[in-house]
């Protein structure tokens, strides 16, 4: 049987840990972020930090990316994550939300909630509590081992995250409070949120810690921490030190003296802290969120690097060692050192030698569905990938506009055959104009869902086509759909490259090259030349790159590489470049400030 574990109780002014007085000093990371060969070696570069503690959320949609199927294996196994941390002295904070924004797609809530009747995101509506409940219902026998009382090392579970931010039904987080502690949680919860009057107004819970999510001014949150809770423990939750990039918007960085200047007047006012990011690791696949402006739509990178002290490849950068400094002036000598460096491959360059145009390899990649008009991925069973649709226009038209109500996220449209051009959902009311011959034409729409919204109130981001497509003022039906959610690539018929030193064909293509090496180990690959698509190495997706940047290289970890053949697939929607480059420094792209919110 296992011993009972120090747990967290509280004070009027602090923590107790194991009846004697405790202060955590935590480093977010999380594991669905980072591939599970490096977990130990990310976890140990943080102790190295001086922590004591790390926190991760769970992210709902990587365990059950199905209605009813779940998945605790691998990459998502949780309780590896958090046994390894427990295994290293470590404490841990669990975050199992639903709701976890985290720049993650969705908040970490699944897709397929959005192909549910009278749906409703994080309020007391019953399609969405029977979900979460039958969610939870799995998920939290999962970790009740883990829990100090049990043996294991989670002194802490949030409830939610950031609710403050999005509503104010106090009976939704107790609906949510209520079903941890009826399933079997007995550590300490706590709510999390913005450290405004507004925020904690909306999510604070009574009876509950409360604690502040914040990068700066740490007086004046501090301040606002105490009006909603005269006692107990002073506690930012997430310190923002860094910050993530959109595409097309310039990398983002903070001077590593003055984000540790925060850290030390934190520390001194005898608050708790936990670093957001300690590490930040990499959105992989397409599973990057997105944010909205109300008028833009802002899709996340594939880095998310987040500036930590551990960067995404594990590097220790300058930021690690003062928040060390930092750290050892208030909690004393840190006793560990981080493992060495990460080994690097040595930079070459990687020509394809074959090629799968998309729109002839469709057959193969997935079997159609045929509906009347266009609907949203999630109506088709998919949350991720692209999704493409085909119809018959009737002829002869002349001078007539294309349009597409209710796009998400960016469709390229042929005419057949031909591309036409790109509508976009940042551009509403965007036309293409076509001629349709006597004899008709065949209409392709390629969709990609360039992520789903993770924060704010339009997190109800369906994704392919919502409304229909139009020739001027009138709909068009009768359409074959076939979703790509593309998690194989085994049937693809590669050809061999019609140009492999020369200019290939344009539109949108797969492209696979093969790179023989003597040992794994960490790289960058690069698309210098290249438009914009999505990478897998191995079969496994690396994430998305586009030729705006800001980010250039993505990483490739060392546990994805083989000892001899391995294969590079890249699918690239407009223009293939020359080559892949693999590098062995990473290019987040040129950096400014980062646009740290002070409340």
Known sequence: ????????????????????????????????????????????????????????????????????????????????????????????????????????????????????????????NTPYLAAVDAWFDVLVPVLLPLLAGNGGPVVAMGVENEYGSYGNETAYLEHLRAGLVRRGVDCL????DGAADGFQLGGRLPGLLTTGTFGSRPKSALDCLRRHQPTGPLVCMEFWH???????????????????????????AGASVNIYMGHGGTNFGWYNGANHTGQVYQPTVTSYDYDAPVGEAGELTEKFHRFREVIEKHTGPVAHTPPPPPARLTPRSIVPDARAALLPALDALAEPAYRSEPEPMESLGQSLGLIHYRTRLRGPLEHVELRVDGLADRAQ??????????????????????????????????????????????????KGITGGVRLDSQYQFGWEIRPLPLTDLSALPFEEDPAPSGIRPTGPAFHRAVLDLDAPADGFLALPGWGRGTLWLNGFALGRYREEGPQRTLYAPAPLWRAGRNEIVVLELHRPGPAVELRDTPDLGPAEPAPIPAW
């Open 1 to 124: 049987m296992h011993q009972p574990a120090p747990r967290l109780t509280l004070t009027d002014t602090g923590f107790l840990r194991d009846g004697r007085p405790h202060r955590i000093v935590s480093a977010a990371v999380h594991y669905f972020r980072v591939h599970p060969d490096l977990w130990q070696d990310r976890l140990l570069r943080l102790r190295a930090m001086g922590v004591n503690t790390v926190e991760t959320y769970v992210a709902w949609n990587v365990h059950e990316p199905v209605r009813g199927r779940y998945d605790f294996s691998g990459g998502q196994d949780v309780v590896a994550f958090v046994r390894t941390a427990g295994d290293l002295g470590l404490d841990v904070i669990v975050r199992p939300g639903p709701y976890i924004c985290a720049e993650w797609e969705f908040g970490g809530l699944p897709g397929w909630l959005l192909a549910e009747p009278g749906m409703r995101l994080r309020r007391v």
């Open 189 to 192: 919860l706590f709510t999390a």
């Open 242 to 268: 860094g910050w993530f990039d959109h595409w097309g918007e310039p990398h983002h960085t903070r001077d590593a003296r003055e984000a540790a200047a925060v850290l030390d007047e934190l520390l001194a």
């Open 413 to 462: 449209v042929f005419l057949d055959g031909v591309e036409l051009g790109v509508l976009d959902r940042n551009r509403p009311g965007q036309a293409l104009p076509l001629t349709v011959p006597a004899h008709g034409a065949e209409l392709n729409l390629l969709v990609e869902n360039l992520g789903r919204i993770n924060y704010g109130p339009l997190l109800a981001d369906r």
